[in-house]
């Protein structure tokens, strides 16, 4: 009812666990999908990671009802675009939409600061070895540059034209 009720968005399928998620996606290739971390049979995570890989992928957001650490690091790397609690105000879960939508990312408040409070009380990195970056080939150094603006392995191969497997060496 909430994206439905707005012009500009629209829902173009619903699932009731992970693999369902799966396949309507693919059928349906919607822009954003949002997943639920807790469901039947596959999980959300798992089906995160799975519509992340595919050729086209959709962005996902993961809502969650417990504001748990847990689920964010394991929601993050499944290639997560957003991550929300379920208590989220309608307002606030349509403009989460529309952010992740436009290829920005999204975390709920209450997580932004315990990253923040976690970043923080981290010892600050060294200094870069720039004789190690130099022995980077261009396409590694391409590749480095798109992992930290956070793009997922398929969003980076599909913008390098070249296969997952090519990324991952690239990447290692």
């Avoid at 209450?110 to 980077?136: H, Y």
């Amino acid at each position: 009812m909430i994206i439905d009720a707005r012009d500009d968005l629209e829902v173009v399928g619903e699932a009731s666990d992970g693999d369902q998620a799966v396949r309507v996606a693919a059928q349906c290739r919607p822009d954003v999908v949002l997943m639920d971390v807790r469901m039947p049979g596959t999980d959300g995570i798992a089906a995160t990671r799975q519509l992340t890989a595919a050729p086209h992928p959709p962005k996902v957001i993961v809502l969650t009802t417990f504001d748990l650490d847990e689920p964010l690091y394991a929601a993050l790397p499944a290639g997560a675009s957003g991550f929300l609690l379920k208590d989220v105000r309608p307002g606030e879960l349509v403009e989460a939409i529309r952010v992740v939508a436009r290829g920005d990312a999204l975390l709920a408040p209450t997580v932004t600061r315990r990253l923040l409070d976690r970043f923080v009380a981290t010892e600050p990195p060294g200094p870069v070895d720039l004789d190690r970056l130099a022995a980077l080939t261009e396409r590694e150094r391409q590749v480095l540059a798109l992992l930290a603006r956070a793009a997922s392995n398929a969003e980076i191969a599909a913008r390098l034209v070249v296969t997952e497997a090519t990324l991952k060496t690239h990447v290692g």
